[in-house]
């Protein structure tokens, strides 16, 4: 008996749907409108039209992606080798401008020192116990015990130990080393000492009015003539018990970057 009656209800709803269709269209055909059942369907077929047309175009972009993909990756190899070989160029521009800049500062060198050995630094001693160089240039070049090496940027050290073909330089750094010192504004003197990584200006009296960032110059020795840079001063200790100051020097060459030198005997 319910399935009856839900039939029933099921074709009065169709009814009343067809009517008020039938009066919606007889309403539009007297006002000169559009019928809404012609509108409803374009608006569908409108729609199932842009669906097969946007799932065609896709189908499509994705067929040319798959047929282009030997190309992309074609030109991205390419891309990737031409990048490569500009990182190797711009590389190789960089060595050949230090370089020049190394051989021009030591050509200067020679105006300054016209006696002077150029030689090139070939090796450090691998146990790090001393800070030292080997140059390539020995006794057959001229080089002897004590001679005074400089970079550019003033002192290096000096030769310690010389065969024919090369030669070992202690730097200024190392613990051993002393050369006698001014600070050349004011030529206060003291004696530089080497400190690892920096140089110690040992034995400047204390009523001298030593300032940071002073240049410290080399004073006439066995090895050194006067007047050549030494370092620059970072830090100053003053100790009222003792009779003297002590300064910090920062090298005035990088010495754990050295290429190319000049040999220059006293």
Known sequence: MRTDERKLLVLLAIVIAAALLAILQ???????????????????????????????????????????????????????????????????????LADALAIAGIARLRDRHPNGIEARVIGFPPEGATRSITIDRGSLAG???????????????????????????????????????????????????????????DYVTLDAPLRIGEVVVTGNGRTFRAGIPIGRIVKIDRNDSSLYQTAILKPSVRLNALDRLLVVAR
């Open 26 to 96: 007889v309403r539009a055909q007297r006002a000169g409108e559009p019928s809404p059942i012609a509108v409803t369907a374009s608006y569908l077929i409108a729609g199932s039209e842009n669906l097969v047309t946007g799932i065609g175009n896709a189908v499509g972009g994705s067929a040319n992606a798959v047929l282009s993909f030997p190309s992309l990756r074609a030109r991205n190899a390419a891309l990737v080798t031409s990048n490569q070989a500009l990182l190797e160029r711009n590389a190789r521009l960089h060595q050949e």
């Open 143 to 201: 080089v002897r015990r004590d001679d005074g090496v400089i970079a550019p940027g003033g002192v290096v050290g000096h030769v310690t130990q010389v065969t024919p073909l090369d030669a070992t330089v202690l730097l200024a750094t190392d613990f051993s080393s002393r050369i006698p010192a001014v600070v050349r504004n004011g030529r206060w003197w003291g004696i530089a000492r080497g400190n690892l990584q920096s140089i110690r200006l």
